[in-house]
Antibody, heavy 124, light 108 residues
Framework: EAQLLESGGGMVRPGGSLRLSCAAS????????MSWVRQAPGKGLEWVSA????????GYADSVKGRFTISRDNTKNSLYLQMNSLRDEDTALYYC?????????????????WGKGTTVTVSS | ENVLTQSPGTLSLSPGERATLSCRAS???????LAWYQQKLGQAPSLLIH???SRATGIPDRFSGSGSGTDFTLTISRLEPEDFAVYYC?????????FGGGTKVEIK
């Protein structure tokens, strides 16, 4: 069974940094594109960033472009999100998500497997 | 950015009734790269429909998706108690990938 386990969330002051990690298991990690999706308290879903299977194609929401960096290590079956210059509005539950289908070269995908999320709180 | 607008915001129905949820895109979505998700309270979302009309693995046939271009619909033919939740549409035709604002299906 495919599973995703996020870690690295926590409380940080505005302007600070955090690095989220996602450990994947139960599937061939380097076959799939991956995304980070966030959900602010009481709000809807917001796509944050995505990466294709080998890491050479990435995309970002305008709200995080230039501040966040997505990466992956296929040797460790892991996905990462480096978050810098954090703002109050980045406070959310961050989900690690696997593409529904593997084998695609782009990072555009529907989202077939979701982790339980890790909470990021940005507050002074 | 392709903005997805879901309507209604809230749908109040009884078990056994039919639910019709709408997702309208600001730009045409090619190849029907439109998905639907269900999110129950306190849980992560789960995929229901991809490619506008293909049910994900294990999804019961009371859920169906239709539409093309800019107008898409999720239909739940007969609501079961476990179907009361929030539903989101998402397009993966262009970057940035975008979600609709969600439709809450609540018990009347």
């Amino acid at each position: 069974e495919a599973q995703l386990l996020e870690s690295g969330g926590g409380m940080v002051r505005p302007g600070g940094s955090l690095r989220l990690s996602c450990a994947a298991s139960g599937f061939t990690f380097d076959d799939y594109g991956m995304s980070w999706v966030r959900q602010a308290p009481g709000k809807g879903l917001e796509w944050v960033s995505a990466i294709n299977w080998n890491g050479d194609r990435t995309g970002y929401a305008d709200s995080v472009k230039g501040r966040f960096t997505i990466s992956r290590d296929n040797t460790k079956n892991s996905l990462y999100l480096q978050m810098n210059s954090l703002r109050d509005e980045d406070t959310a539950l961050y989900y690690c998500v696997r593409a529904n289908f593997g084998g695609a070269d782009s990072y555009y995908h529907s989202m077939g497997v979701w982790g339980k999320g890790t909470t990021v709180t940005v507050s002074s | 950015e392709n903005v997805l607008t879901q309507s209604p915001g809230t749908l109040s129905l009884s078990p056994g009734e039919r639910a019709t949820l709408s997702c309208r895109a600001s730009q045409s979505i090619s190849s029907n790269y439109l998905a639907w998700y269900q999110q129950k309270l306190g849980q992560a979302p789960s995929l229901l429909i991809h490619g506008a009309s293909s049910r994900a693995t294990g999804i019961p046939d009371r859920f169906s998706g239709s539409g093309s271009g800019t107008d898409f619909t999720l239909t739940i033919s007969r609501l079961e108690p476990e179907d009361f939740a929030v539903y989101y549409c998402q397009q993966y035709d262009s970057s940035p990938l975008t979600f609709g604002g969600g439709t809450k299906v609540e018990i009347k």
